[in-house]
């Protein structure tokens, strides 16, 4: 059985810091793409920060230069380390792994979600 638990949501003020993390359990975490995504109200789930087996890593242009993705493959852990929240950041956060079959379909896991509010 797949699951995807985040942990690190809450109230942060605007300018300060969270960490998000995700324990990944049921599939070969190493082989996977790790993913943050985010969803506010009324508006589409969006990608937040990526990163591959090989560390490589992918970031939407309103986070780049905050946000940090990294993964601990020995953990089967990904986290999210966001600096300078701005209240567009309010959001719930989701964990998505992303894995390639052997016969070319892929497997797509998500989490439950992480509220994340930022307000003074």
């Known amino acids: 059985q797949v699951q995807l638990v985040e942990s690190g949501g809450g109230l942060v003020q605007p300018g300060g810091s969270l960490r998000l993390s995700c324990a990944a359990s049921g599939i070969a975490f190493n082989i996977y793409t790790m993913g943050w995504y985010r969803q506010a109200p009324g508006k589409q789930r969006e990608l937040v920060a990526s990163?591959?087996?090989?560390?490589?890593?992918n970031y939407a242009d309103s986070v780049k230069d905050r946000f940090t993705v990294s993964r601990d493959n020995a953990k089967n852990t990904v986290n999210l380390q966001m600096n300078s929240l701005k209240p567009e950041d309010t959001a719930v956060y989701y964990c998505?792994?992303?894995?390639?079959?052997?016969?070319?379909?892929?497997?797509?896991?998500w989490g439950q979600g992480t509220q994340v509010t930022v307000s003074s």
């Open positions: 998505n792994a992303l894995g390639l079959r052997l016969d070319g379909k892929t497997n797509d896991y």
């Open positions: 990163i591959t087996k090989g560390g490589g890593t």
